[in-house]
């Protein structure tokens, strides 16, 4: 039932996170005044919500078939190409057209909408090979699983956010594009990272459940 699970999950991934959209357009005036954003960049926010929802739960979902391997050019395939138009985007309006009063934008458009072109496949493919869109038995575990786990997650989040925030309160937009561009290189490897990880995982704790201590010191290393 897994690969129902999964698409029935990215389902309410969709219908929560578009209903807050909704939600939220009357309010946009106050939102958007708050955090400084344009039209664009909020429905950017809400399309990017659910695409990278569904790269990641499909991540997760190849990784218990140990597909380390797909899981990593899958990580390669959806950071590199919005960091290199992203760069591109920024680097074509600040040093050759000589202009800069939209590099934020430029930045969160370039580095966005690629990823959200590949999350939106990725959402075909879920809902694809899942014979239950809608499963209330999912659903309720699903909510009942994470939602103790929201403000933790906003929290972290909010910190992640925190350095970015305070550039742009001191130093502006452009000096607030360009240090969140040098962070988005930085990410690669956080990218890399996190996939060898995330596919070492379910083998290591198949191991140790299995009592197969010696079997992990090698590859520990390699890893390492």
Same mark, same amino acid.
């Given at each position: 039932e897994l690969d129902d699970y999964v698409g029935s999950v990215q389902t309410l991934i969709t219908i929560t996170t578009l209903g807050l959209f909704?939600?939220?357009?009357?309010?946009?005036?106050?939102?958007?005044?708050?955090?400084?954003? !344009?039209m664009a960049m909020y429905i950017t926010m809400f399309l990017y919500f659910i695409t990278n929802a569904a790269i990641l739960n499909f991540q997760r979902r190849i990784k218990l078939d140990y597909r380390a391997k797909d899981s990593m050019i899958l990580s390669l395939l959806n950071i590199l190409p919005s960091i290199m138009i992203a760069l591109?985007?920024?680097?074509?309006?600040?040093?050759?057209m000589n202009t800069g009063s939209d590099l934020l934008l430029e930045?969160?458009?370039?580095?966005y909408i690629?990823?959200?072109?590949?999350?939106?496949?990725?959402?075909?493919?879920?809902?694809?090979?899942?014979?239950?869109?809608? !499963?209330?038995?999912?659903?309720?575990?699903?909510?009942?699983?994470s939602l103790p786990?929201?403000?933790?997650q906003?929290?972290?989040?909010?910190?992640?956010?925190?350095?970015?925030?305070?550039?742009?309160?001191l130093s502006g937009k452009v000096d607030a594009a360009i240090f969140s561009m040098a962070?988005?290189?930085?990410?690669?490897?956080?990218?890399?990272?996190?996939?060898?990880?995330?596919?070492?995982?379910?083998?290591?704790?198949?191991?140790l459940d299995s009592k197969q201590h010696k079997d992990l010191q090698k590859p520990w290393l390699g890893i390492l």
């Open positions: 909704v939600c939220s357009i009357p309010l946009f005036g106050i939102i958007g005044g708050l955090l400084d954003m !344009n591109a985007m920024i680097i074509l309006s600040k040093y050759v930045r969160i458009l370039g580095f690629p990823q959200i072109l590949v999350g939106g496949y990725i959402v075909y493919i879920l809902l694809k090979k899942s014979k239950s869109w809608i !499963n209330k038995k999912y659903w309720s575990f699903a909510l009942k699983f786990m929201i403000p933790s906003v929290s972290v989040s909010v910190l992640n956010q925190s350095s970015l925030l305070m550039v742009e309160a962070s988005t290189v930085m990410y690669i490897l956080y990218v890399i990272e996190q996939a060898i990880g995330d596919a070492w995982l379910p083998w290591l704790f198949e191991k």
